[in-house]
């Protein structure tokens, strides 16, 4: 046969060459259980999604109509890198008013949503075999982000006796000489459990005995917190060049969609991730921007308004569990999410046959057998746990726990 005319050799797989952090990384537990319950959905099962942490609000409408002004006023063009500067401006305005934290414009570097602006300290702080301590329970991001800059995640584990929240004293003994940084988020994702100030002021005086080590404060849920006051690690003015806060407009403002985020740090801290970003998307998304600064001029009561929802709803939840034996849940004082301890089921047998060996085998029991989707704790680091967002409606959420108590009991 002639070359012109001979059988094309098949298609080597391409799988073969993806690089070794792509294939080592794990897609994003909570998308994963959202893409199954998509999935389901639009075959018409009706599922009640308990898995993605996104608001069910609309995105207030003032913020609405400054976007849409802002096509109309010519908001089409390339934005500088670290976001417009006006919006910058902004930032300093609100941490300064909300968080008593004093910074400029070029200490501020906004991003296309917080998991961005995580994902460039990151990069810009994390060597090869460094390590991060990541409090545990954790989101499911941090972990990832560490591993795919090559550091080593050092995950140190609260007590469900202290609402999961690791203590000054367990990250003082986690710390080694290759200790780069500690990353932790209050309110929390996945426990909603809010550090209070006299927790925080104990882990700043063990920061400022390391001057080398950074904090990732992840503060994307401060809106959202049932507590007298929100406390931000930079406070504390000896550690306040250290710590990097994490902030975005998702959760208080519900623009998840809009993916705006940002972070606040030292000038130097900054500058490095400015030049990250440059390589990476460059400035963020024009309009987002623009409804990002009305948002922060609209001030709070949007937020508020929606606050006291998640309040009524995480009550509501917690009344409902009451009723479901073998779900061990601590009261979340910020969020909205629930974090129970399921262990209680482990071992047990579905009337299928199927026999539940951990959180994982569970949640896929529940999505199967009930419709309603979770994320099982393995991911948030906390093996003996299941996520439950509280972000849905009241009759959702009666029905979901419902569903979930009449299915659990059928387990032998």
């Known amino acids: 046969m ?8 098949a298609p080597a797989d391409p799988t073969a060459y993806l690089s070794d952090r792509i294939l080592q990384i794990q897609e994003s537990a909570t998308i994963a259980m959202a893409k199954k319950s998509r999935e389901l959905a639009a075959q018409g099962v009706d599922v009640i999604n308990l898995s993605f942490g996104e608001p069910d609000f609309q995105t207030p409408q003032y913020i609405k109509d400054a976007a849409k002004k802002a096509i109309d006023d010519g908001y089409t063009f390339y934005t500088p890198v670290p976001g417009y500067l006006d919006l910058r401006q902004a930032i300093c305005d609100k941490l300064l008013r909300d968080n008593q934290l004093t910074y400029a414009p070029n200490q501020i570097v906004v991003s296309t949503g917080a998991k961005q602006a995580l994902s460039n300290i990151i990069m810009a702080l994390v060597n090869p075999g460094d390590e991060v301590i990541i409090f545990s329970p954790y989101w499911v991001s941090y972990a990832a982000q ?16 202290n609402d999961y929240k690791a203590t000054a004293e367990q990250l003082a003994a986690a710390i080694t000489p290759r200790t780069k940084a500690v990353m932790y988020s209050s309110p929390c994702n996945p426990t909603g459990a809010v550090f209070s100030r006299a927790e925080l002021s104990a882990i700043a005086d063990v920061l400022a005995q390391h001057p080398g080590i950074f904090a990732i404060a992840d503060e994307i849920y401060e809106y959202i917190n049932f507590t007298e006051e929100h406390v931000s690690l930079a406070q504390f003015a000896h550690v306040k060049d250290q710590v990097i806060t994490i902030n975005g407009f998702s959760k208080g ?11 606040a740090a030292h000038p130097a801290i900054a500058s490095a991730c400015d030049k990250l970003q440059s390589q990476i998307t460059s400035g963020t998304c024009s309009i987002a921007q623009r409804a990002g600064l009305a948002a922060l001029q609209g001030g ?8 006291r929802a998640y309040r009524r709803r995480r009550d509501l939840v917690l009344d409902l569990v009451k009723d479901i034996p073998g779900l061990v849940t601590p009261t979340p004082d910020g969020a909205f999410y629930i974090f129970p301890d399921v262990s209680a089921f482990f071992g047990r047998t579905a009337p299928d046959g199927t026999v ?8 896929l029991y529940l999505l199967r057998d009930t419709f309603v989707s ?9 093996p003996a746990c299941i996520r439950f967002s509280t972000a849905a409606a009241d009759d959702k959420l009666v029905d979901a726990f419902g569903r979930i108590k009449r299915s659990l009991g059928e387990l032998k």
């Open 146 to 161: 560490v591993e795919l800059a090559e550091g080593v995640a050092v995950p140190i584990m609260g007590t469900l006796e």
């Open 300 to 307: 709070r009561a949007s937020a508020d308004e929606m606050v």
């Open 374 to 382: 979770a994320v099982s704790g393995d991911s948030f680091g906390a």
């Open 253 to 263: 403002y519900a623009m998840t969609g809009w993916r705006l985020g940002y972070l």
């Open 356 to 363: 539940i060996n951990d959180s994982s085998d569970l949640a």
């Open 2 to 9: 002639s070359p012109s005319t001979a059988s094309p050799a």
